[in-house]
């Protein structure tokens, strides 16, 4: 009888949702993924690179004009440099750097803090790796992390503190005071940070992104893991990356090599050569903006109050007063007889707990965004009917 190391693991809400919306043919606004074409030129530099022979294993760290081009992006827009050769490396994805990151810091006994709601990713592999999640609730509407509650879970077996910044799912942003009570709670103690910053170029609202790299007391002891499938709208690609300090980036390669070794070597080079056009990622906050906005402004006329995401393409819209269901039951239904997936925010609690949200994902063509709002409205004018609110 085969038992999985962790047989509590449950399918991915992603593949649950993207199921359900197959299967119904409904409008998928769960997964996060854009729905419109990539950039041509990126996809010619890919062919090129094929063509040219470039379709052998990259070096285990990923290539070298890469690593120096990130390098380069990182000193010039969060002001640390990073050394290509031993602080930075390519992985396959964000997921995979989170997983190499985890799995060499994590040992029996760590504890380690995540703040919830929180990307499902991160609490599995700590678990995987015998450390305890210890979970800290942002406040709930406006999902501002209570410092003083972070104080109270930090004791000698803190080795991790994972934060997520624009964050998946709350869409929320670390400001300058958060910051400043990071700083404070790991001051005098050796505990690392495993910073996710994948939403970096979707900040909105002109605000700045605080990468941990611009704080030098911060970064001696943080791993930053980023991934060009939200640059480059290309989930599908799989391709990303972390930075730390060399002694840390020296024990993440041990694992590192032996997860994947390498890296698609061809799109690689592509984005290596893509990289000099900055305005490629710099316009992403601007673009995702306008998707927002127009999601958002259909969704306040049909009358949903709507605390507007700061960063990343996910808005969190509550269902509170319309239903006696759980987000989970909510969200099933909207799939199969309303045409429009999201994805329950109880996913993103370890309790499950049923916080009458849906995460729903804006990256998609303004069309798709209003057949999805009209299908919404639909919904709400039920809703209202059945409640009598109308
Ligand atoms: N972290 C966060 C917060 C994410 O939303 C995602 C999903 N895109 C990832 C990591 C994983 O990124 P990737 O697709 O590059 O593995
Ligand atoms: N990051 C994407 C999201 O939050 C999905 C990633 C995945 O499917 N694992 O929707």
Wanted: with cysteine; hydrophobic share 35%.
């Amino acid at each position: 009888m085969i038992r999985a190391k962790d047989p509590n693991i449950k399918t991915s809400v992603f593949a649950v949702m993207t199921k359900a919306a197959q299967k119904y043919n409904a409008i998928n606004l769960s997964q996060g993924f854009p729905d419109f074409e990539i950039s041509k030129d990126l996809i010619s530099l890919v062919n090129k690179y094929m063509l040219t022979g470039y379709n052998q294993y990259a070096p285990m760290p990923g290539i070298l004009p890469l690593r120096e081009k990130l390098s380069q992006k990182i000193e010039k827009l969060y002001k640390r440099k990073y050394n290509p050769e031993t602080e930075i490396t390519i992985t396959s994805g964000a997921t995979q750097a989170l997983h190499s990151v985890i799995s060499t810091i994590v040992n029996d006994g760590d504890e380690v803090i995540i703040f919830e709601p929180a990307y499902d990713s991160y609490a599995p592999v700590v678990r995987l790796n015998g450390g305890r999640p210890v979970f800290v609730r942002l406040n709930y509407p406006d999902f501002e992390t209570d410092w003083e509650k972070v104080n109270k879970m930090i004791n000698s077996k803190t080795k991790l503190i994972i934060i997520n910044s624009p964050q998946n799912p709350s869409g929320k942003i670390f400001s300058d005071e958060d910051i400043s009570n990071l700083k404070k709670v790991v001051a005098g103690t050796k505990i690392f940070i495993l910073s996710d910053e994948v939403y970096e170029h979707i900040i909105f609202d002109n605000k700045q992104h605080n990468s941990i790299a611009k704080y030098p007391e911060l970064a001696e002891r943080s791993i930053l893991v980023f991934s060009f499938g939200k640059v480059y709208n290309a989930t599908g690609w799989k391709l990303g990356y972390f930075v730390a300090p060399e002694k840390i980036t020296e024990e993440i390669r041990k694992i590192h090599q032996f997860t994947v070794f390498s890296s698609n070597t061809p799109i690689q080079y592509a984005v290596s050569e893509y990289l000099d056009k900055e305005e490629e990622y710099l316009k992403l906050s601007g673009f995702f903006q306008d998707k927002r906005d127009f999601f958002n402004e259909m969704l306040k006329e049909i009358g949903f109050e709507i605390v507007p995401a700061q960063g990343t393409y996910f808005q969190t819209v509550s269902f509170s007063g319309l239903t006696d269901e759980t987000d989970m039951q909510l969200a099933m239904r909207l799939t199969e007889k309303f045409g429009v997936a999201a994805i329950p925010m109880s996913s993103f609690y370890h309790n499950e707990e049923n916080t009458k949200t849906l995460r729903f994902c804006f990256a998609k063509k303004d069309d798709v965004l209003k057949q999805a709002a009209d299908k919404l409205d639909d919904f709400y004018t039920k809703a209202k009917k059945q409640l009598n609110l109308f």
